[in-house]
């Protein structure tokens, strides 16, 4: 999965050839090669919406923590309760500093009583390793790199589970739980995630079983999407980028994640995050749509204070959306807003989550 080119040194999953051979657009994203396009983004995007779309998105990181203290280890690192997280459960959660600003953001899945699997943010995966591994040695836990034991799909839109569903030997788990299967005699963790704002599973297998999934999905309908798509996809759903909405100098609160993080833990930085939630945070991120013509672009400043940190025009609501963290007090939904779109002021207002709903 992670074979490296001889020209770029850029990593390539086990689908590249794949990716070449249907005309993708490939560009450089966190040390790999990947597609950004195939078809065009807002058919790619459309597609998911309306029926079906599949990502390659084994760029993705895993870390295994497996050992009686798993469990500790987690709950020291990791934002969200995960004493509360049951064997088969996946649970949402940050990784904070001491400072508590935002390492990453991660998914995490119980596998067994003492097994878990963390996946990461591509970019921030050697960081997130190091990290685990360095607060593990009080604790009777093994940390393993495990991500180039995996590739992973995302399979997203209306009628993906229906696709999955006629590869499998069992059904597949509901939303936000994770079962091993055997999709076309091959072994595959299933889990009910994504980050489309559609239902759909994701899917954690081998690298050698990639193809023979890929090609079947497609067979069956699947439109293959890539990273751009990707991305308007989860901003009309109101998710979080790493690198643009998520960074060490903020924290999970002024994010609008405090719902994923109990601070009654102990976690790493949870002394801080409490206290930002008790005094109220200075700035908040907020959705918001533009009211005219242009689209908003990551940095473009908003008068009166903030910046937004996501932007792209909305291939189903036809206009510009994006985020944007702004002073507190006008983060309301409904607050008239000014953004300097490279000189020029663009009329915008802040909107309730998420941007499109079906």
């Not at 390659?56 to 870390?63: A, L, N, T």
């Not at 469990?71 to 088969?88: C, F, I, M, T, W």
Request: proline fraction near 5%; hydrophobic fraction near 40%; include cysteine.
């Amino acid at each position: 999965m992670a074979a490296a080119s001889p020209d770029t040194a850029l990593k390539h999953t086990s689908l590249h050839e794949r990716h070449a051979d249907a005309g993708a657009k490939l560009v450089p994203f966190a040390g790999w090669e990947m597609p950004v396009q195939y078809a065009g983004v807002r058919a790619e995007h459309l597609a998911v919406r309306s029926t079906c779309g599949i990502f390659d998105v084994s760029h993705m990181g895993e870390i295994e923590v497996m050992g009686p203290a798993a469990g500790e280890l987690l709950q020291r690192l990791l934002s969200n309760d995960v004493d509360k997280l049951e064997v088969g459960g996946a649970q949402y959660s940050v990784l904070c500093n001491e400072d508590g600003g935002v390492l990453d953001d991660l998914f995490t899945y119980r596998l067994a009583k003492d097994h878990y699997l963390t996946v990461t943010n591509a970019a921030n995966h050697e960081k997130d390793l190091a990290w685990f591994r360095r607060h593990c040695e009080p604790f009777e836990a093994r940390v393993s790199d495990s991500a180039a034991a995996y590739a992973m799909l995302a399979v997203q839109g209306p009628l993906a589970r229906e696709i999955v569903q006629s590869m499998a030997d069992a059904p597949l788990p509901d939303r936000f739980t994770v079962r091993r299967r055997r999709l076309l005699g091959k072994d595959v963790l299933v889990a009910g995630t994504g980050y489309t704002g559609e239902d759909g599973v994701e899917l954690l297998l081998d690298p050698a079983d990639a193809l023979t999934i890929w090609d079947d999905a497609l067979r069956r309908g699947a439109v293959p999407a890539g990273l751009a798509a990707r991305d308007t996809l989860r901003l009309e759903a109101c998710y979080h980028l790493y690198g643009n909405d998520l960074m060490e100098s903020r924290g999970p609160i002024e994010a609008g994640l405090g719902w994923a993080c109990k601070e009654a833990t102990g976690f790493i930085g949870s002394e801080a995050v409490a206290a930002v939630r008790a005094a109220g945070p200075d700035e908040r991120l907020a959705p918001f749509k533009l009211t005219g013509p242009g689209i908003a672009r990551p940095g473009n400043p908003v008068a009166g204070g903030g910046e937004v940190t996501s932007g792209t025009l909305s291939p189903c609501l036809g206009i510009g959306i994006g985020l944007a963290y702004l002073p507190a007090a006008r983060a309301s939904v409904g607050t008239e807003l000014d953004i300097d779109v490279r000189g020029r002021v663009r009329g915008a207002v802040v909107a309730s989550k998420p941007l499109y709903q079906r």
